[in-house]
């Protein structure tokens, strides 16, 4: 199975900075088929980005995706206080699926 | 606007079998576009995929639970099913149901979560 490292494991920022959360893959993922989310406690994980640059429906394009082969990006422009949150990578190139450990954007 | 609304018991004793239910509102369980699926995420962990299912009853399963689990469903009540037997303390977790779109040749990105339900193993 293909495994994801995230790093950082935390990022402390301020609001209006920019954030770059990093996805590594063990194996080359199939066609970019890599999708970030978002999870706010107590809540369900939220698509952001699929296909490793396309955003979900709704989501503000301060998100972008980008990378390919084994090394993926998720950059959050200009961080607004509902962005506080934890960010999963997950591969659906290959079974099983499989997503990373998080990386939590925290406030500075 | 489509939801996904997790059922059944909050507390399974060791060694019985985990099993909860989905269902699905706003939209139709037998589109072909999609996979229905689930996922869970220990107390403070990260995600792991259960496994998915197709309208046509086709199942994936994640190998290290293939031994353990099956997924059904029921395009009559619009409902698909998760059975995880001889559940242990590592089995307690937010159970999440969730909607897969499809790609090329397979499954793709989960677009839809149910809000969770936490299943806690214990006696």
């Known amino acids: 199975e293909i495994v994801l490292t995230q790093s950082p494991g935390t990022l402390s920022l301020s609001p209006g900075e920019r954030a770059t959360l990093s996805c590594r893959a063990s194996?080359?993922?199939?066609?970019?088929?890599l999708a970030w989310y978002q999870q706010k406690p107590g809540q369900a994980p939220r698509l952001l980005i699929y296909?490793?640059?396309s955003r979900a429906t709704g989501i503000p394009d301060r998100f972008s995706g980008s990378g390919s082969g084994t090394d993926f990006t998720l950059t959050i422009n200009r961080l607004e206080p509902e962005d506080f949150a934890v960010y999963y990578c997950?591969?659906?190139?290959?079974?099983?699926?499989?997503f990373g450990g998080g990386t939590k954007v925290e406030i500075k | 606007q489509l939801q996904l609304q997790e059922s059944g018991p909050g507390l399974v004793k060791p060694s019985e079998t985990l099993s909860l239910t989905c269902t699905v509102s706003?939209?139709?369980?037998?589109?072909?576009?999609?996979?229905w699926g689930w996922i869970r995420q220990p107390p403070g962990k990260g995600l792991e995929w259960i496994g998915i299912?197709?309208?046509?009853?086709?199942?994936y399963y994640n190998p290290s639970l293939k031994s353990r689990i099956t997924i059904s469903v029921d395009t009559s009540k619009n409902q698909f099913s998760l059975k995880l037997n001889s559940v242990t303390a590592a089995d307690t977790a937010v159970y999440y149901c969730?909607?897969?779109?499809?790609?090329?040749?397979?499954?793709?990105?989960?677009?839809?979560w149910g809000q969770g339900t936490l299943v806690t193993v214990s006696s």
């Open positions: 969730a909607r897969h779109t499809t790609r090329a040749r397979g499954v793709g990105a989960t677009d839809y």
């Open positions: 706003g939209g139709s369980i037998s589109s072909s576009s999609y996979y």
């Open positions: 299912i197709y309208y046509d009853g086709s199942p």
């Open positions: 194996q080359s993922v199939s066609s970019s088929y």
């Open positions: 296909g490793a640059s």
């Open positions: 997950q591969q659906y190139g290959s079974s099983p699926l499989t």
